[in-house]
């Protein structure tokens, strides 16, 4: 029964905490940083009502400390991701059943929790098993998780409320029905508040989830896990589980009831989810949801009236915040030549005062990168650059893995526009500059659009303004999310709803309205008050 209409207004997005010396967040947080270092966890599947343990453990490591263990996850199979989605199914109606206040309501207290009492505990599983300094974990594992859901149930309110006009006689409405069957989420390592919210956004639409996070991320995934129980999730409505993906794949992409995905992670494996759901299209109840962000080759476009600290700035907090490990890192720069020696001087600087090492030492800049299979294939491209000629070294090059995943953060100038590490998504502390003749930006413009098939995030950096607008115009399909003098990271629920095209996802936009529509089946409701007893038309008459 609804006794009233719910009003969400539109939030505030959460405040970043800044950590200072002495203040109360830095000192709790280094307390509940001794704290989980000095507890090895144990960490089940979550399916149902149940806490799965299969004994077949992984350990936890950090990975700028690998030979420390935070804690151990139980690896599933098969059978689990089956019982995870007869779960999901068994919660499915009691869910979507549920009045919209009462989903909304769990969503909002897991918000509250983040922001109090799990802040440091999300921040420091996400600094500990990610590698992030502790103002890449506060604006990811607090702010951008705590405004996904806030934002998130602002925007299926307005989507509730949007219906048809009704004409004399009749009333018209539109009921937005979960999608029918169950949702997959995928969901990768870097970034914490996408593990929160590709299952959570779905969940909140009444849908019904299956959750494979990447195994480096679980650590902070069974946070997540924890603070939504606490918050009030029933059983089943997300079901956690670490499996290999062929085998999730294998199970879900298979199923009558497979209903969607909701996916961020690699181009190629997306692109391998989209042709098996193809191929399986006979077997579904209706045609899956499929919806995913994957990779990017973001760029820093200078033009020859930008303002060098400017660039050097965004190339420095875009290319190595969080060891270029994330889609919309810049990863290419194109300088012009009028102000590529001062851009080079200060760029060297720049990351000769970076300071790298453990997380547990606010002053470093730099952490680790992953896991060793990402230092390998860091240290490939940068190794494979020294020996180049068609590449230079300006800084950086260093790799190292005796105590943790460091690779130093390294410039690469490309004497051809087309050399591979201006083209290739490396995901590391990596970033290629190629320097063009100052009064060439029209043409450059072209090289920047047609060099890589990704279209996630791009910057142009420009004093003039007819400059500013024409890069606008020229490269509008080439990131879906463009930044004028600012790195191109950065994005903030609300302000700019992420996501890119081409080879880099479908585009829907996590952090606004557009990407809740696709967890949602509306249905039309015509109700008539007066209804016709005669088939006759009054045309048919003859005078």
Same mark, same amino acid.
């Not at 690998?66 to 995870?84: C, N, P, R, S, T």
């Not at 989605?85 to 969503?107: C, G, H, Q, T, V």
């Given at each position: 029964m609804n006794l009233g209409y719910f009003n969400y207004p539109l939030p505030v997005n959460e405040p970043v905490l800044n950590y200072a010396p002495g203040s109360a967040e830095k000192k709790r947080l280094k307390e509940v940083l001794a704290e989980l270092k000095s507890t090895e966890i144990d960490v089940p599947m979550y399916i149902g009502n149940?806490?799965?343990?299969?004994?077949?453990?992984?350990?936890?490591?950090?990975?700028?400390?690998?030979?420390?263990?935070?804690?151990?996850?139980?690896?599933?199979?098969?059978?689990?991701?089956?019982?995870?989605?007869?779960?999901?199914?068994? $919660?499915?109606?009691?869910?979507?059943?549920?009045?919209?206040?009462?989903?909304?309501?769990?969503?909002?207290?897991?918000?509250?929790?983040? $922001?109090?009492?799990?802040?440091?505990?999300?921040?420091?599983?996400?600094?500990?098993?990610?590698?992030?300094?502790?103002?890449q974990a506060e604006i990811d594992s607090a702010c951008e998780i705590i405004d996904f859901l806030r934002f998130n149930v602002h925007f299926l309110s307005d989507i509730y409320r949007q219906q048809p006009i009704s004409g004399p006689g009749m009333h018209n409405r539109m009921e937005y029905r979960p999608l029918e069957g169950f949702v997959l989420a995928v969901t990768p390592f870097n970034f914490t508040a996408i593990a929160g919210n590709l299952p959570t956004s779905a969940a909140m639409c009444g849908n019904v989830v299956v959750w494979k996070p990447a195994n480096t991320e679980v650590y902070s995934a069974q946070m997540i896990m924890r603070v939504l129980k606490e918050a009030g999730l029933p059983d089943g409505v997300i079901n956690l589980i670490y499996v290999d993906g062929p085998t999730v794949g294998k199970v879900c992409f298979n199923h009558k009831d497979f209903a969607g995905v909701h996916f961020t992670g690699s181009t190629g494996v997306f692109n391998n989810m989209w042709e098996t759901i193809g191929k399986n299209m006979g077997m579904y109840r209706s045609y899956p949801r499929i919806v995913g962000e994957t990779g990017g080759k973001d760029f820093v476009l200078a033009h020859k009236s930008a303002d060098p600290d400017v660039v050097v700035t965004a190339l420095l907090r875009g290319a190595f915040e969080y060891q270029g490990q994330k889609c919309s890192a810049a990863s290419r720069a194109y300088i012009p030549s009028n102000i590529a020696e001062d851009v080079k001087k200060k760029l060297i600087a720049g990351v000769k005062s970076f300071k790298m090492g453990t997380v547990e030492n606010f002053s470093n800049f730099v952490n680790a990168v992953i896991d060793e299979k990402s230092f390998d294939n860091i240290k490939r491209y940068i190794d494979n650059a020294k020996k180049d000629e068609k590449a230079e070294i300006w800084v950086g090059g260093k790799c190292d893995k005796k105590e943790g995943y460091f690779v130093q953060p390294t410039v690469i100038e490309a004497k051809n526009p087309k050399y591979v590490t201006m083209c290739e998504e490396i995901f590391g502390p990596v970033l290629t500059v190629y320097v063009y003749p100052a009064n060439s930006f029209e043409r450059t413009l072209e090289l920047v659009d047609t060099t890589s098939p990704y279209a996630l995030t791009g910057a142009v950096i420009s004093q003039d303004r007819d400059a500013v607008e024409l890069a606008t115009a020229k490269l509008r399909n080439c990131a879906g999310n463009f930044y004028i003098n600012d790195k191109p990271t950065g994005a903030v629920v609300g302000q700019q709803p992420f996501g890119g095209a081409r080879v880099s996802g479908t585009n829907d936009k996590a952090g606004s309205i557009l990407n809740l529509y696709r967890w949602l089946s509306a249905r039309t409701i015509k109700e008539t008050f007066n209804p016709p007893t005669d088939y006759r038309y009054p045309f048919l008459g003859e005078e």
């Open positions: 149940k806490e799965v343990r299969t004994n077949k453990k992984h350990a936890m490591r950090p990975p700028h400390e690998h030979k420390h263990v935070l804690g151990y996850f139980h690896e599933g199979e098969e059978k689990h991701v089956q019982q995870a989605i007869d779960a999901a199914l068994a $919660a499915k109606e009691s869910w979507a059943n549920m009045s919209w206040e009462s989903r909304a309501n769990i969503f909002l207290r897991a918000a509250d929790l983040i $922001a109090t009492k799990y802040r440091p505990y999300m921040n420091g599983t996400t600094m500990l098993g990610q590698s992030k300094n502790v103002y």
